[in-house]
C-alpha cells in the first residue's frame, strides 16, 4: 500500500492508544480488478457448516472452484458435506465435489444471505482444517459500516460524530493489520474474537457517514499501519503493551490514565471478573517446565503483586500442593484426581515407565524413591525403558537403575516400545494398564479392550507397587500461592566452543520468517503423506510446510535459514517435519523455542535447529503477522565458534551446539553415526 503522510493529528484517539500517538494517513485505493474485489477483508461466518443447510434467499451464481457453474433461484437449499479434503454440495437432485465453492447475488444491488444475516460481496465454502466453513469475503469500507454501530454507542450530537469517526479509524487500522496475503482461509471473526460484525441490517446512517468520512484513513507511526487492540472497557487505565503480549513496549501503546474520575466508569463492565481454571494454570506451568503433565490439580491462587494498572502481575504456587491428575481410561479428555480413582480400587496388571517423554533421569529418579525397599505388586508386570541409553547409564551411575531393577521391574531397550504398540509388555485383552507415555487413546499400547492409564512417573511407581492405582497423596489441605512473574530473558555471554573438523564453524543464508507460534508437526508436513512409504525425498521437500503456507515452497530455495516463532514443532512425533527441510536444502531452522520432541527429532536425523528468542521477538517487531512466510531478502550469519547470530546489523548470543550434537549433524543422524560407530 501507498501512504501519503497528513499533518492532522486525531487527539480523539490519544487517551485509548498511550502517550506517543500515532499519525493519521491517507491509503490510496486500487481500482478494483473485479467486481468484489476492492481492499477485500475475508470474514468467518461460520466455523463448521458439515451437514447443515443453506436457504438461498436470492437469486444467485455458484461458482465451482473459480468457473460459473450454475444459477440457483431464492428458495432453494444448498446442503453441504465434507468429503476427506473435497467438499460436496448438493442442490436439489444435482451434487458436486470440489476444493471450494462460492455464491454471488445474480442481482449486485441484493445481498446473500447466512442465518438470517444480510451480507455484503461474496460467500465462498471451504475446507477449514477438519471442518467446513463458510466465509464472507467483502470490501473493507462496507465491512466497517457493518462493525461499527455493533462495536460503539451511535449516540446524537456533534461530538459524539466525531468520536465515532475517531474509532472508525482505530477499526479501519484493525482491520488493515488482520488482512493476510496468503494462507489463512480467512481474516477475521464475526464476534468479539475481532470486531462484531453484523452485515447490511446493522448498518445505520450516522455510521456510514462516519465511515464514508473518514476513507482511507488510518493510525500509522514511523510510516507503518500502527497496531490497535480492542478492550471494552480499560478500568481506569490502560495497561503497558508489553506486560501484556510478548516483545518489545511499542511507544504509543503505554499505560495511560483514563480521566479521574475514569470516562469509562459508566461502563457496566467497569468492574468485572474473569475465572481462570485448574486446566489453564496447570496448561500453563507444564508448558513452562515447572511440571511434567497435566495430571494435577490447584486448590487456590494468592495475588502477590500488581502492575501500575492494579492489574495482576505476580502470582506464587507452591507445587508441593499440586494433586496428581489421571487420565483414563482410554482417553487424555478424561481425567480425575488420584484420590478420586484411589478410592474405586482399580486394579492394574501393567505399569510402564518407559519411552522420550517421561522417563528422563528425573522421573527415574523419582520412580526409584518410591519403590526403594519394596517389592512390585504380584501380578503386576512394571516395565521400564530410558529415554535414551545415556539417560540409562546416567541411572545406573546414580543407583536409581538397579533399585528399580531389586524391587521388580523389568527392564526394556531404550526407544520406542509399548508406548506406541511394539515389543514386549503390551496390554493384552481386558488387562488395566497405568502408563507415564503421552498417549492412552484405543488400543495404542496393545488390545483395543484394555484399559489404558497416563499419570506422572511418580503415581505410576506407587500404582505398581500397591498392585492398584495408588499414591500416598497427603498435602490436599494445604493452601496453594500461585505466582506470574514476567521476567525478559537476559542474553547469556558468549562462549567459545570447539568446533569438529567438517562442522561448519559459520553458516550464513538469507532468511525467512515464519512468524506462527505452536506450529505443529501437520503445519510443517502434512499427516496425509506420513505413511506413504514410497513417497520420495523430492516429493517430501516438494510438500514442506505445505499446510502452514503454500507459498512457502517458492520462498524457499537451498541454503535458506528458516525463522519460525515460540514452541516450533508441537505435535506429532513424525521424523519428516525435519528430513522434509532437509530435502528442501534448509541451512538450519531458527526458533524462539522448539517442542523437546521436534527438537530430539531433528538432531536425531541431522537437521540444526537453534534457540534465539530474543532475534524472534524483533523479527516479530519488525515483519508482524501479515504474512505468513516473509522473504526477509538480508542474510543471518549463525557463529557457531562464538555462538552468536548477526542478523539487521544486530548480534544476538545463542547456547554453544555440543561436540555430541554436532557429529550427529556431520553423519546425517543418530541412524548414521550408529551404523558408523559399530563398523
Known sequence: MYYKNLTVFLSAIIFCIGCSSPRISTIENKEPEAEFASNEIRLLVDENINGKEILIEVPSYIYIEGKKVILVNSGNKLFVSASDDRISLTIQDRSFEAEYFQLYPKDTTQFLAYNGIRLRGSLKIINNFDSVAIVNTVDLESYLKGVIPKEMPLGKGEEYFQALKAFVICARTYSLNKIKKTGDNFDVYIDTRDQVYGGVD??????????????????????????????????????????????????????VEDGNPPYCSISPSFNWEEIYTQDLFVGRLRQTGLIDSEYYSIDTVEIMSRFASGRVKELKIDLSTIEPYISGPNSVKVMNSVSELKKK???????????????????????????????????VEFYVAAASSEVQKESELAGYWQTLIEAGAKPLPPGCGPCIGLGTGLLEDGEVGISATNGNFKGRMGSPTAFAYLASPAVVAASAIAGKIDYDWSNGSKQIVAEIKI????????????????????????????????????????????????????????????NYDPEFGKLAHKGVVVAGGFNFGTGSSREQAATAFIYKGIAC????????????????????????????????????KEKLTVQTNKKVKIDFENSSITFDRKEYSINPVGEAAQELIIVGGLEEWVKENLS
Open 589 to 624: 531452522v531458527i526458533a524462539g523455542s522448539f517442542s523437546e520432541t521436534y527438537a530430539r527429532n531433528a538432531i536425531n536425523n541431522g537437521f540444526l535447529i537453534i534457540e534465539c528468542s530474543d532475534l524472534v521477538n524483533d523479527l516479530k517487531e519488525k515483519y508482524g
Open 487 to 546: 521476567n525478559k530473558k537476559t542474553s547469556s555471554k558468549k562462549s567459545s566452543v570447539k568446533i569438529l573438523a567438517q562442522f561448519p564453524s559459520v553458516i550464513e543464508g538469507n532468511l525467512l520468517f515464519c512468524h506462527q507460534d505452536n506450529l505443529n508437526t501437520d503445519g510443517i508436513y502434512p499427516g496425509k503423506y506420513t505413511y506413504m512409504d514410497d513417497f520420495t525425498p523430492d516429493q517430501q521437500a516438494g510438500v514442506v510446510m505445505e
Open 345 to 379: 480400587n482399580l486394579k492394574i496388571n501393567k505399569a510402564y515407565l518407559v519411552s522420550c517423554v517421561n522417563s528422563r533421569l528425573d522421573d527415574i529418579k523419582e520412580a526409584a524413591e518410591i519403590v526403594k525397599g519394596k517389592k512390585v505388586a504380584e501380578g
Open 202 to 255: 446493522a448498518e445505520k446512517e450516522i455510521s456510514n457517514k462516519a465511515v464514508d468520512e473518514t476513507k482511507g484513513l488510518v493510525l500509522t507511526y514511523d510510516g507503518k499501519i500502527a497496531r490497535v487492540f480492542y478492550h471494552s472497557t480499560c478500568g481506569g487505565r490502560t495497561e503497558k503493551v508489553q506486560n501484556v503480549f510478548k516483545g518489545d513496549p511499542i511507544p504509543y501503546l503505554q499505560g
